[in-house]
């Protein structure tokens, strides 16, 4: 697998300077936009030279030797580049063009011939009806159609967050999350129809990739589900998963775009529960959950203090962690008394009300009263960006709770551009509402519980056991 | 109430010129900010004038006619003036001070007094523990702590939704999202601890000011069930409720917030449903939701018609669509025949796959073909904003869903940001994400289905025959 995100060299299959080619779009970005520096070579019936890129007019004219071919023609030419491929050694190949399995009869039968030829050669497949794969690593990047600007939003910076995507629609709004967040991206992979790689092959590399430190995953459909969950619940990463088919008709409409099969949702469900991997239930969850693990302690216990200087969220966020299984920590008198000699505070029992007056020392004597005591595991701070004092103590906060072990899911109840344009400028982890920062706590707190019980868990034989004891552990 | 939002002066008691004074800020945004341009006094200690507000000792030293009161002093003062207030004949007085019922023993013992005081008087009272009033019609505005850049964000452009709103922290929220968006406010009332004047009375007085289309409202607790309900079921207007308190933690910090009692919250659920009130989940919806009200058609059935051209998201909000109790519209042959014919479609069925090169004819043919058909009740577009004819497109399918007669909740898979800009820039109600625009056509729905059956339902007698009814219709 290492090769798909680290080639040596590359052939862009189909890549030539008529108008609108989406080839010419890779050659583009390998050789013009990214620093990445390797070998391109290009191949089209003039054998013109592309973006700079060498042209051939088959697979087998070029010289040098090549690790990795993308292919990115109409459907119908597939199967023989894939054979020019074998015949020219390459053993990884990416194909990105569509009408496959998706597309009738005939798409499957092109389909199947591609099948003999990679198993005849030992070819790896990756696709078809993708995007390729983005590694920011070493900035290689074989998307089609990224411009420059869209690249340096999300490459030039490398992070702790890899991505398995089945549809290509769905990078693009992920990309796009990174130019507004703390979190970056590791590696992106689109893998389509997963004729051959699959989201366990995925999973499965990207645990044992050392740079990744989150998983997450868009799904239409699961090709193989023991073979998921049993590679699933080896890995140690967080996992997160939108899967899209909850219903019948989701599931039909899913099959029309990746050509998957419709899998049980009720079975895929328990069996994310059983192998520790968290689904989450939008996109927008997708990209905003990994922060909470990226950038904060784990959430060891359920008891959260909430504190706020506007007292409604007191109430919203109660209601909120008591629905997603969490608890509002009691604090004891000993605490309250400590709390309300930090200054001027409306309500010391929990949800704390700040009241609007507070210095840069109360807020930090109060993290500090918080994060030690032993009535509480997690913070749920909500304050409000109303003077430029209360994002330095953000500042501050996000380095106790590395301190003290703690993590905080912080929303500041603000215009969502406002919060986002803080959380950039300052590279603290807010979250854009109260139902994403409760959510957080809930998703963390789940990959602690989990990670704690595993070993037991799958000593135990069988689903039915390890059910049982999942609901005596509190989590299904 | 209506002199509440139109008086033609005010006095605002606790308003000086000491640093840091909150009646100042009223005395600045009526006199400075504002062009309302009617008369404003002061009164404090000194009898000073404040930013051009003449000022006097006492309310009965104020030589001219009073209509409206504003109180902003400290608590334990707060009677007297009310005392004040109705010896110089003032009949309607906004208590925005805290510290009554919310604030122990000493507390309710005032707000007893100033309760005797108003009955004794016919005194009408807002508040305490609140914002105030805003009217955009007059751009009368009483919240304390306005800045002139925020006053003409919100109150220069005059819309059609007024809310209620408990908390002060939640006005804000609810007016920074007028920034963005494509409604604007009409009318705003922070009612506070409702010691008087509660969301009921408010209700009413919205129902029947003519400018107001919609209400929103966010609540703690209800003073009055079932004064609520019943006026609740005679308002004609969609009502849309946020309400905390879902869980006993949630209600607990409510009280100590606005001091209100808890209220059982399935009791609550269930009186919304009857009384035709839509409660909403968060307070992102309480703000997103109104404009599919003020900007489309109602939607008159479950049939919706999904197309896209970004795959993934047919099966997204296919499974949203089923779980808000919508259905997926099934497209007849020559339905489908119709559409393959406008251009080069990915896939004819619902969800519709556009593919992802379209021209502005093809997608006003297809806006046609959906709109006029008979087999389709509302419209899902999810197109991606990559080209400026989609913009143009989508501001076509408005003018055209008003002339069927069929809504559309338009969701762009672009990131937030840009969603935002287009929006504002021309003015076509967009939704945030998926989510938002099926939660839009479910509460439109719901509202258009409560109207119809409205009348036979309060016929019924008693809540039991009226839930049995309910569920028959499939509302419950």
Redesign the interface.
């Known amino acids: 697998m290492h090769t798909f995100f680290h080639p040596d060299s590359v052939v862009v299959i189909g890549a030539s300077n008529s108008p609108f080619n989406l080839g010419a779009t890779i050659c583009s970005a390998l050789k013009e936009i990214s620093p990445w520096g390797r070998d391109v070579y290009a191949v089209n019936r003039k054998a013109e030279t592309v973006h700079g890129c060498p042209g051939y007019a088959s697979v087998t004219d070029i010289p040098q030797e090549v690790d990795l071919a993308v292919i990115i023609t109409p459907a119908a030419v597939v199967p023989q580049f894939v054979e020019q491929c074998a015949e020219k050694g390459i053993r990884r190949v990416i194909i990105e063009s569509s009408g496959f399995s998706e597309g009738g009869e005939q798409g499957r039968a092109m389909q199947r011939r591609i099948d003999e030829t990679a198993r005849a050669h030992g070819m790896r497949i990756m696709g078809p009806n993708c995007l390729g794969v983005l590694n920011t690593r070493n900035q290689f990047c074989c998307f089609y159609g990224i411009q420059a600007d869209d690249f340096n939003t999300f490459a030039q910076e490398s992070g702790a967050v890899s991505y398995i995507i089945?549809?290509g629609?769905?990078v693009?709004?992920v990309l796009?999350?990174f130019?507004?967040d703390v979190v970056k991206a590791n590696k992106i992979v689109s893998i389509g129809n997963k004729s051959d790689i699959d989201e366990a092959d995925m999973l499965e590399y990207f645990d044992r990739d050392e740079s990744t430190e989150v998983i997450g995953m868009?799904l239409?459909n699961i090709k193989d589900g023991r073979k998921f969950i049993e590679t699933a619940r080896r890995v140690g990463k967080p996992i997160l998963v939108f899967k899209?088919?909850?219903?019948?008709?989701?599931?039909?409409?899913?099959m029309?775009?990746?050509a998957g099969m419709a899998n049980n949702d009720d079975i895929f469900d328990n069996a994310c529960t059983q192998a520790g991997v968290i689904r989450v239930n939008?996109?927008?969850e997708l990209h905003a959950m990994p922060k909470i693990f990226t950038h904060m302690p784990p959430l060891k216990g359920r008891r959260i203090a909430?504190f706020t200087n506007?007292?409604?969220?007191?109430?919203?966020?109660?209601?909120l962690?008591?629905?997603a299984g969490l608890e509002?920590a009691r604090l004891s008198p000993a605490t309250q008394e400590k709390l309300s000699r930090t200054g001027r505070i409306f309500?010391a029992?929990n949800?704390i009300?700040l009241g609007p007056a507070l210095s840069m020392q109360t807020f930090l004597e109060i993290f500090d009263i918080l994060l030690s005591s032993d009535e509480v595991d997690g913070l749920l701070p909500v304050p409000?960006l109303w003077h430029p004092m209360v994002i330095d103590a953000i500042v501050e906060l996000v380095k106790k709770c590395h301190e003290y072990g703690k993590p905080a899911a912080i929303y500041t109840?603000?215009?969502?551009?406002?919060t986002?344009s803080y959380r950039q400028k300052y590279q603290v982890p807010l979250f854009e509402?109260?139902?994403e920062a409760v959510r957080a706590l809930e998703v963390s707190y789940r990959q602690y519980r989990y990670g704690e019980m595993k070993d037991a868990l799958w000593n135990l034989s069988g689903a039915g056991h390890r059910e049982e004891h999942l609901m005596a552990q509190g989590v299904l």
């Open positions: 089945q549809s629609g769905i693009v709004i796009e999350s130019a507004t868009y239409e899209v088919g909850r219903t019948g008709e989701g599931a039909r409409a899913a029309s775009h990746t939008s996109i927008s909430v506007s007292g409604a969220f007191g109430g919203i966020t109660a209601d962690l008591v629905q509002m309500n029992a949800p009300d409000s109840p603000n215009a969502v551009h406002k986002v509402s109260p139902e």
